[in-house]
């Protein structure tokens, strides 16, 4: 079967929204990859996820005075200062440093890991002839009514990044309309699922593709609704259990931290496992 594989910036074996992650995640043969773009003080499109710079770089110890760290108070310059890499050598998120999947070297080469600009995220993508899938972030203040849209479509464009290199994904589905009536030629993706815990909002089913956190979404409502032509990617998948479960259940795309595990099962008879 066809199935996309996209990984969530390569969590389990480099550090989230890097280079080093997307170099992973495309030797280890995921369909695309994904990232979180956000902006900085002086308007610079970059990758990250959180709003606060703790969890993720050595913000609290470079800027010890600029608590609560949020990205939008600080300059390009200044995040690019930061160590975005060693607190996955020291916290090992996924298990993989002790599982010995990750050597020494691979472990070294994290340690000072940058935050990327979305340029370099985009020509990395261009070069290697593969996809990527920008998750369009909501943007905490004063960003809050930034015209992100217009700025990354018009990067991408500067950039001879071809619209089919493209899928844009989004909590914030107006963004997401924008871009459909503008640009038609995009793929679009509609995350829903930001509370862990409250049921699924499909809305009115207005989009052909739906990003669902996977833990609220069952393979009935996969299945009923691809009876209706609308596919559905589930996230975060990370088990081996849980990826037979739903592709059997006929999901089109599952995101996962871990391609390198569900790559190899999209080759394998469940039924002998």
Known sequence: MTLNIAHRGARSLAPENTMA????AHRSGADMWEADVVVTADQELILLHDDSLTRTTNAANVFPERGPWTFTSFTLKE?????????????D????????????????????????TL???????????WRMNIELKRLPPPMTD??????VLALIDLLNVAAGQIVFSSFEHD????????????????????SA???????DLDFATYNARHTLTSTRKIRRLAE???????????????????????????ITDFPQVLGPLLNTDPANT
């Open 21 to 24: 992650a997307a170099r992973k």
């Open 79 to 91: 995040l690019r200062s930061l160590d975005a890499g060693s607190w996955f050598v020291d916290t």
């Open 93 to 116: 998120p996924h298990g993989q440093i002790a599982a010995g999947t990750l050597t020494d070297k691979d472990q070294a080469a994290c340690r000072g890991e940058k935050i990327p």
């Open 119 to 129: 340029t370099e995220a985009l020509v990395f993508t261009r070069e290697a002839d």
């Open 146 to 151: 930034f015209p992100v849209v217009d700025r």
């Open 175 to 194: 963004w997401l309309r924008q871009i459909r009536v503008r640009r038609p030629e995009f793929k679009l993706e509609a995350i829903i699922g930001y």
């Open 197 to 203: 815990v409250k049921p699924l909002d499909w809305g």
């Open 228 to 254: 209706k032509g609308i596919a559905v990617n589930v996230w975060s998948v990370n088990s081996e259990k849980d990826m037979y479960r739903f592709i059997e259940a006929g999901a089109v795309g599952i």
